[in-house]
């Protein structure tokens, strides 16, 4: 008698969900980014469909679709279980979550996504780091005035099955945010610390 008569194989389809996964939550942002940036169009000046700068849009929804996503993906699949094993009561342990999250994943999301908005806009390497300094220390202090109160607020405030809608619609106001403000900044950081 085999010996692993009783162990079943790991089909395919379970193999592949973390990667379906990945995709679904990047292919979800990169949603959320598109709108906030035809959003960000459209304040901006964008009078009808003809208007909108589409490889702009679509080079936002791909930041979202191939870094945003799968790198909140692959943070939430680390920090969730270490969050689960710390617990000490609720409170302690969202407030634990919530430091994390502004001390390593933000600046590390941020910095992606300057770098990756800022990637074909220079031919220089000089003007390419001085506007990602400029970009990134203008982004870091207004994504520190609004994200941090909006994570305690949901977290504490919001009933647990509103929460994801609600983080929706604070993804997409700060994707238009964004969105202007790294367009503008390539123009001289009007907006710069604006919240």
Same mark, same amino acid.
């Given at each position: 008698?085999?010996?692993?008569?009783?162990?079943?194989?790991?089909?395919?389809?379970? +193999? #592949? =969900?973390?990667?379906?996964?990945?995709?679904?939550?990047?292919?979800?942002?990169?949603? @959320?980014?598109? %709108?906030?940036?035809?959003?960000?169009?459209?304040?901006?000046?964008?009078?009808?469909?003809?208007?909108?700068?589409?490889?702009?849009?679509?080079?936002?929804?791909?930041?979202?679709?191939?870094?945003?996503?799968?790198?909140?993906?692959?943070?939430?699949?680390?920090?969730?279980?270490?969050?689960?094993?710390?617990?000490?009561?609720?409170?302690?342990? +969202? #407030? =634990?979550?919530?430091?994390?999250?502004?001390?390593?994943?933000?600046?590390?999301?941020? @910095?992606?996504? %300057?770098?990756?908005?800022?990637?074909?806009?220079?031919?220089?390497?000089?003007?390419?780091?001085?506007?990602?300094?400029?970009?990134?220390?203008?982004?870091?202090?207004?994504?520190?005035?609004?994200?941090?109160?909006?994570?305690?607020?949901?977290?504490?405030?919001?009933?647990?099955?509103?929460?994801?809608?609600?983080?929706?619609?604070?993804?997409?106001?700060?994707?238009?945010?964004?969105?202007?403000?790294?367009?503008?900044?390539?123009?001289?950081?009007?907006?710069?610390?604006?919240?």
């Amino acid at each position: 008698m085999n010996a692993h008569a009783g162990v079943r194989s790991p089909s395919r389809k379970s +193999s #592949l =969900k973390p990667f379906w996964d990945y995709i679904y939550q990047g292919f979800w942002i990169a949603c @959320l980014m598109a %709108v906030g940036d035809l959003f960000a169009q459209l304040y901006s000046g964008a009078k009808d469909i003809k208007s909108i700068k589409w490889m702009r849009t679509v080079k936002y929804a791909s930041i979202g679709m191939g870094f945003i996503g799968p790198t909140i993906k692959y943070w939430l699949n680390i920090i969730r279980p270490w969050l689960a094993n710390q617990q000490q009561n609720y409170a302690f342990a +969202s #407030l =634990k979550g919530i430091v994390n999250v502004q001390l390593y994943l933000a600046p590390t999301l941020n @910095l992606g996504v %300057v770098f990756l908005s800022n990637l074909s806009k220079s031919d220089r390497a000089e003007d390419m780091g001085q506007g990602m300094r400029e970009k990134y220390i203008s982004v870091m202090k207004s994504y520190y005035k609004f994200w941090p109160a909006i994570h305690m607020f949901s977290k504490f405030l919001i009933k647990r099955n509103s929460r994801i809608f609600f983080h929706n619609i604070m993804a997409i106001w700060w994707f238009t945010y964004l969105s202007l403000l790294l367009d503008e900044c390539s123009e001289g950081c009007k907006h710069s610390s604006e919240t």
